[in-house]
């Protein structure tokens, strides 16, 4: 079997979003994301607008600011649906959706 893992690279935008100075791509278990958005304001600035340990999030990148890039990596049994969201408040009304993690084919 052969171990799957994915890498993306973001980059913070700034043309299409004016106003918005900030993103943050969190990825959470499908149909998590309001939730996850709701305790990520609770826990506040200090923690980066994601409330720690929360197991609905899958991965995340770092608080970019427009032009600034991050990776964030995949391992395991990453085959499924997705969502995700940007939790710096307000955003997450617009800065939301989803994917699917086909499962690589076997050779
Ligand atoms: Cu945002």
Redesign the pocket.
Known sequence: MCPSYMMLSLEGLDAE?VG?I???WVVVKQGSKDAVVVDGAEAGEANGWIQPDDDRIIAHTKLLNPGESDEIKFKGQIAGFYEFV???PG??AT?FGEFKFLQPRQR
Do not use: I
Request: one cysteine or more; hydrophobic letters at 35%; glycine letters at 0%.
């Open positions: 979003h918005l900030y993103f943050q940007c939790t710096f955003h997450s800065m």
